[in-house]
């Protein structure tokens, strides 16, 4: 299992420090990661920035810091708009397409994208049959490249693993694979050894990073107490100390066959706040809890 770490992490959302595409490859390497994932949209590695200078320029940073891009992370929701006139899903279709591209020129296998958001604008099956042409399109122009489309089970569509799993059915493109993540099924109460055994032959690439769930309650001053508010909070903690089964959920993977690669990221406000330093540690603190207890 190769271990790899997101530019995400350090593109300066959430209140996180900041680094360049060719100052995170540094970190990375530095850190002791076999590969990164790099952001595909500004500020890091948008398309519309993207020219054959900066391709060289990363390819040279990979190659000095002797690291691999593996993953090129894109951004969609193929629930497209009311605005029926706008081809978002056309947009959305070309925008993977030169991600695969761009994977391509950087030696990295795999575009990982979403499904889409529920809309109230169309029909449950609707929706879904929207979402897999849009995919269907997507894996046949990256595998002009060469490049595997991993699925992640982020957006609405397709979240749970059965839906997922047939989702990927009826795509029905062999480079059409999964990332399978744990936090997804850990909130939503899936079972997460069986998941990702069950998950594990289809799956590519797989994002991580560990949480806790902070309860809520608003107070109501008629009753002179508080109301349960659903759901909770959540935020992230190094890996390893939040609530999500991860020796469950990678042994359930590896049980069932998984030999892809496994991401970190920090995609959110982290505890210890943004600070470089601590951004550091968390992304050591996943090596080490990975090489410890499954390496």
Same mark, same amino acid.
């Given at each position: 299992?190769? =271990?790899?770490?997101?530019?995400?992490?350090?593109?300066?959302?959430?209140?996180?420090?900041?680094?360049? =595409?060719?100052?995170?490859?540094?970190?990375?390497?530095?850190?002791?990661?076999?590969?990164?994932?790099?952001?595909?949209?500004?500020?890091?590695?948008?398309?519309?920035?993207?020219?054959?200078?900066?391709?060289?320029?990363?390819?040279?940073?990979?190659?000095?810091?002797?690291?691999?891009?593996?993953?090129?992370?894109?951004?969609?929701?193929?629930?497209?708009?009311?605005?029926?006139?706008?081809?978002?899903?056309?947009?959305?279709?070309?925008?993977?397409?030169?991600?695969?591209?761009?994977?391509?020129?950087?030696?990295?296998?795999?575009? /990982?994208?979403?499904?889409?958001?529920?809309?109230?604008?169309?029909?449950?099956?609707?929706?879904?049959?929207?979402?897999?042409? @849009?995919?269907?399109?997507?894996?046949?122009?990256?595998?002009?490249?060469?490049?595997?489309?991993?699925?992640?089970?982020?957006?609405?569509?397709?979240?749970?693993?059965?839906?997922? =799993?047939?989702?990927?059915?009826?795509?029905?493109?062999?480079?059409?694979?999964?990332?399978?993540?744990?936090?997804?099924?850990?909130?939503?109460?899936?079972? =997460?050894?069986?998941?990702?055994?069950?998950?594990?032959?289809?799956?590519?690439?797989?994002?991580?990073?560990?949480?806790?769930?902070?309860? /809520?309650?608003?107070?109501?001053?008629?009753?002179?107490?508080?109301?349960?508010?659903?759901?909770?909070?959540? /935020? @992230?903690?190094?890996?390893?100390?939040?609530?999500?089964?991860?020796? @469950?959920?990678?042994?359930?993977?590896?049980?069932?066959?998984?030999?892809?690669?496994?991401?970190?990221?920090?995609?959110?406000?982290?505890?210890?706040?943004?600070?470089?330093?601590?951004?550091?540690?968390?992304?050591?603190?996943?090596?080490?809890w990975m090489k410890t207890h499954l390496l």
């Amino acid at each position: 299992m190769k =271990l790899c770490l997101f530019s995400v992490s350090y593109a300066g959302f959430w209140g996180q420090h900041a680094l360049s =595409l060719n100052e995170f490859i540094a970190q990375s390497a530095k850190l002791g990661y076999d590969s990164v994932m790099l952001m595909g949209k500004r500020p890091h590695l948008a398309p519309l920035d993207t020219s054959p200078q900066l391709i060289e320029s990363i390819k040279g940073a990979l190659e000095q810091h002797q690291i691999k891009c593996a993953i090129i992370g894109g951004y969609t929701d193929f629930a497209g708009s009311a605005a029926t006139e706008v081809p978002l899903i056309e947009l959305q279709i070309q925008y993977v397409q030169q991600l695969a591209q761009i994977a391509s020129q950087l030696g990295a296998s795999t575009v /990982r994208i979403f499904t889409a958001y529920d809309s109230p604008r169309q029909t449950p099956q609707a929706l879904w049959n929207q979402t897999v042409t @849009a995919l269907q399109e997507c894996c046949d122009r990256a595998a002009e490249y060469d490049v595997t489309v991993a699925v992640q089970n982020h957006h609405d569509v397709g979240v749970h693993s059965d839906a997922l =799993l047939e989702l990927l059915f009826d795509i029905d493109r062999p480079n059409c694979k999964l990332g399978f993540d744990a936090w997804s099924p850990a909130l939503r109460g899936e079972n =997460l050894f069986d998941a990702a055994r069950k998950m594990a032959p289809h799956t590519a690439i797989t994002t991580n990073a560990d949480y806790i769930k902070l309860p /809520r309650f608003a107070y109501q001053p008629e009753f002179i107490n508080y109301q349960r508010q659903e759901p909770d909070l959540v /935020r @992230a903690v190094k890996f390893g100390t939040g609530f999500i089964d991860y020796s @469950a959920f990678f042994h359930g993977l590896k049980e069932g066959g998984f030999k892809g690669i496994a991401t970190y990221e920090m995609c959110s406000p982290l505890r210890g706040g943004g600070s470089l330093d601590n951004l550091n540690a968390y992304a050591s603190e996943y090596l080490t809890w990975m090489k410890t207890h499954l390496l």
